[in-house]
């Protein structure tokens, strides 16, 4: 299957500082990215859509001020968390589904996630 | 709005057994189904997915069926093994291309 890669895949940093995380598709075009967070012994919670070359969309209740998505190409999307706080602890992933006709019906596919912790 | 739940929410197993794990959603206008696996701080293994035409999936000693109209769909691991533990993700993906996971089901598979 296509890869997706993410990092890094563990960050821990302190309080009121950002946070980069990167997704990658390794073998194919992603013109649609996903962000989701998973808190401890909880399921996978869609953050935001990520869309290449435009602004993401951002589910209900998520800051998108808070989290920064950056989509500059076919193969990267960016989640940056700004000014950490310790609630924003958590297991962060990203998936990708391939570019165009297939992006809606298609598999997608999951990076190994990024855990990251606030002090 | 899509909500996806499933059932149990844990499972311990002898070795050997057979098992279904359940899984239900809300809306039958979906695109497909995916099921994933998930190891304790990994990301996500897809195992099998199933397009809204399709009825069932099969791949090694996993066999997944969907039932579109009833808004449901079950995993069925045969011969189980201890590394099948893990937990087991059901999704399904609607017509905005976004993926809705249910809560998981955890297994265990005891030697």
């Known amino acids: 299957g296509a890869v997706v890669s993410q990092h890094p895949s563990r960050v821990i940093c302190k309080s009121g500082t950002s946070v980069k995380i990167e997704c990658r598709s390794l073998d194919f075009q992603a013109t649609t990215m996903f962000w989701y967070r998973q808190f401890p012994k909880q399921s996978l919670m869609l953050m935001a859509t990520s869309n290449e070359g435009s602004k993401a969309t951002y589910e209900q209740g998520v800051e998108k001020d808070k989290f920064l998505i950056n989509h500059a190409s076919l193969t990267l999307s960016t989640l940056t968390v700004t000014s950490a706080h310790p609630e924003d602890s958590s297991f962060y992933i990203c998936?990708?589904?391939?570019?165009?006709?297939?992006?809606?019906?298609?598999?997608?596919?999951f990076g190994e996630g990024s855990r990251l912790t606030v002090l | 709005k899509q909500e996806v739940t499933q059932i149990p929410a844990a499972l311990s197993v002898p070795e050997g057994e057979n098992l279904v794990l359940n899984c239900s959603f809300t809306d039958s206008a979906i695109y497909n189904l995916q099921w994933f696996r998930q190891d304790p701080g990994k990301g996500l293994t897809s195992l099998l997915l199933i397009q809204s035409s399709q009825r069932e999936q099969t791949s090694g000693r996993l066999n997944a069926s969907l039932d579109k109209s009833s808004g449901r769909s079950t995993l069925y691991i045969a011969a189980s093994q201890p590394g099948d533990s893990a937990t087991y993700l059901c999704a399904v993906k609607g017509n905005t291309g976004k993926l809705i996971f249910g809560q998981g089901t955890t297994l265990q598979v005891k030697p």
């Open positions: 998936s990708a589904g391939r570019a165009q006709g297939l992006a809606v019906t298609g598999e997608l596919f």
